[in-house]
């Protein structure tokens, strides 16, 4: 596989292949443009780097260790290891991103950031960071999220965020998107948008995916002082697909490893039962970038669905679409069932409680574990489980 071929950056226009671009309005493309410049500057600055890294390591607890499954690795045959992102503070890899917004908002002079979330993990992260950097923060959040996620919508308000309940379609993820978008526009000349996956129009996904490449690059030098070896086979869920560029990025050009983006098959393959964005999207524009989209046939955005809430986004970042097209990285699914058993096998084999979403990378894992037992395979554990933990014991047998 051609190495530059693979781990690309955007062009001019933002598109990786076909997908991502900018769809917005020209004032808020104008604003994006600086976002952009800024952005370049700062990652060039030594001042800036020096000090996201001290936040790391100092605030958020990097680098987070890669932890080798030896009972899971017993049971299922291959060499299970974790890289251990839940142990994150905020529980999350979240904070990476988040983090470097901020610093980003600030360095721009910005005093707000405005942010969406659905599970509410990503408004816990930004609302984090806003807290440890002196900034107001708006989130945006349906009003069926606000009631599902009360432990979140608390922390945020512990931490000194502004929620908005949006009130307006499914009262979910996307229209919470929306209603962001709309606050920003009126608001750019003094807030930030903080966008929480590797999704949104140019120049937000390559700066996700800047931030979030911290995991793959710690986990490849963590790995290979491990096992003297790079992994076989490297597993992470996609939601937005944060995670798992961060994850994907360190290995991307090492063109004998295989990549596996997992994503949510709910409760089925019908329409409105998942939020498999690659497996059974179709090319389209959401929230002003083109990705594969889950739709109807008239082209009318589905409702996405995953017992995990923050996989169940109806779009994927552009990079991933990307990856798929050319082949690098195999994109495959696993049911709300499926997830719920790996949640309980990790808690009770390792004594770590995932989190939903990752859930879904460790049981693509145990699949892949009796397919090659002999095999190395490095699971990236985005999150734990805390958040889960009541919704699992009063929901699910
Ligand atoms: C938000 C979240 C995800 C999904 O987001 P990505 O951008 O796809 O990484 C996955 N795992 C956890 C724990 C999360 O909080």
């Given at each position: 596989?051609?190495?530059?071929?693979?781990n690309?950056?955007?062009?001019?226009?933002?598109?990786?292949?076909?997908?991502?671009?900018?769809?917005?309005?020209?004032?808020?493309?104008?604003?994006?443009?600086?976002?952009?410049?800024?952005?370049?500057?700062?990652?060039?600055?030594?001042?800036?780097t020096?000090?996201?890294?001290?936040?790391?390591?100092h605030?958020?607890?990097?680098?987070?260790?890669?932890?080798?499954?030896?009972?899971?690795?017993?049971?299922?045959?291959?060499?299970?290891?974790?890289?251990?992102?839940?142990?994150?503070?905020?529980?999350?890899?979240?904070?990476?991103?988040?983090?470097?917004?901020?610093?980003?908002?600030?360095?721009?002079?910005?005093?707000?950031?405005?942010?969406?979330?659905?599970?509410?993990?990503?408004?816990?992260?930004?609302?984090?960071?806003?807290?440890?950097?002196?900034?107001?923060?708006?989130?945006?959040?349906?009003?069926?999220?606000?009631?599902?996620?009360?432990?979140?919508?608390?922390?945020?308000?512990?931490?000194?965020?502004?929620?908005?309940?949006?009130?307006?379609?499914?009262?979910?993820l996307?229209?919470?998107?929306?209603?962001?978008?709309?606050?920003?526009?009126?608001?750019?000349?003094?807030?930030?948008?903080?966008?929480g996956?590797?999704?949104?129009?140019?120049p937000f996904?390559?700066?996700?995916?800047?931030?979030?490449s911290v995991?793959?690059?710690?986990?490849?030098?963590?790995?290979?002082?491990?096992?003297?070896?790079l992994?076989?086979?490297?597993?992470?869920?996609?939601?937005?697909?944060?995670n798992?560029?961060?994850?994907?990025?360190?290995?991307?050009?090492?063109?004998?490893?295989?990549?596996?983006?997992?994503?949510?098959?709910?409760?089925?393959?019908?329409l409105?039962?998942?939020?498999?964005?690659?497996?059974?999207?179709?090319?389209?524009?959401?929230?002003?970038?083109?990705?594969?989209?889950?739709?109807?046939?008239?082209?009318?955005?589905?409702n996405?669905?995953?017992?995990?809430?923050?996989?169940?986004?109806?779009?994927?970042?552009?990079?991933?679409?990307?990856?798929?097209?050319?082949?690098?990285?195999h994109?495959?699914?696993?049911?709300?069932?499926?997830?719920?058993?790996?949640?309980?096998?990790?808690?009770?084999?390792?004594?770590?409680?995932?989190?939903?979403?990752?859930?879904?990378?460790?049981a693509?894992?145990?699949?892949?574990?009796?397919?090659?037992?002999?095999?190395?395979?490095?699971?990236?554990?985005?999150?734990?489980?805390?958040k889960?933990?009541?919704?699992?014991?009063?929901?699910?047998?």
């Amino acid at each position: 596989m051609n190495e530059t071929k693979c781990n690309i950056k955007p062009d001019q226009l933002g598109y990786f292949g076909k997908f991502g671009g900018n769809y917005l309005p020209d004032v808020l493309k104008n604003e994006f443009k600086r976002i952009e410049e800024a952005f370049n500057e700062a990652i060039n600055d030594k001042k800036f780097t020096d000090e996201l890294d001290y936040l790391l390591k100092h605030y958020a607890g990097r680098p987070s260790p890669v932890s080798f499954a030896k009972n899971l690795s017993d049971k299922y045959g291959a060499q299970i290891y974790f890289k251990r992102e839940d142990l994150n503070h905020t529980g999350a890899h979240k904070i990476n991103h988040s983090l470097g917004e901020a610093l980003l908002a600030k360095r721009m002079g910005k005093t707000k950031l405005i942010a969406e979330t659905g599970a509410g993990q990503h408004g816990v992260a930004t609302a984090t960071a806003a807290a440890l950097m002196g900034l107001d923060c708006d989130i945006y959040m349906g009003a069926v999220d606000i009631i599902k996620e009360k432990p979140n919508v608390d922390r945020m308000r512990i931490l000194g965020a502004n929620i908005i309940s949006v009130e307006s379609g499914t009262k979910t993820l996307k229209e919470a998107v929306d209603e962001a978008f709309v606050a920003y526009s009126k608001e750019y000349e003094t807030a930030m948008y903080a966008i929480g996956s590797a999704v949104g129009p140019h120049p937000f996904p390559m700066i996700i995916e800047y931030f979030q490449s911290v995991i793959g690059r710690e986990a490849r030098a963590q790995f290979i002082e491990m096992a003297d070896v790079l992994p076989d086979h490297v597993v992470a869920c996609v939601g937005g697909g944060s995670n798992a560029i961060g994850m994907f990025s360190g290995f991307l050009d090492d063109e004998n490893v295989k990549l596996y983006g997992v994503e949510p098959l709910g409760k089925g393959v019908k329409l409105g039962e998942n939020a498999a964005s690659i497996t059974y999207g179709k090319e389209g524009i959401l929230h002003a970038f083109k990705c594969l989209l889950l739709q109807d046939e008239n082209g009318n955005v589905a409702n996405a669905y995953s017992v995990a809430s923050g996989l169940d986004y109806p779009g994927v970042g552009p990079k991933h679409c990307y990856l798929h097209e050319i082949g690098r990285v195999h994109y495959d699914v696993i049911t709300d069932r499926e997830a719920i058993d790996a949640f309980y096998e990790l808690s009770r084999q390792e004594g770590i409680i995932p989190a939903l979403e990752s859930s879904h990378a460790v049981a693509y894992a145990l699949k892949l574990a009796k397919e090659h037992p002999t095999e190395k395979i490095l699971v990236n554990l985005s999150g734990r489980g805390d958040k889960d933990i009541e919704f699992v014991l009063n929901n699910i047998k």
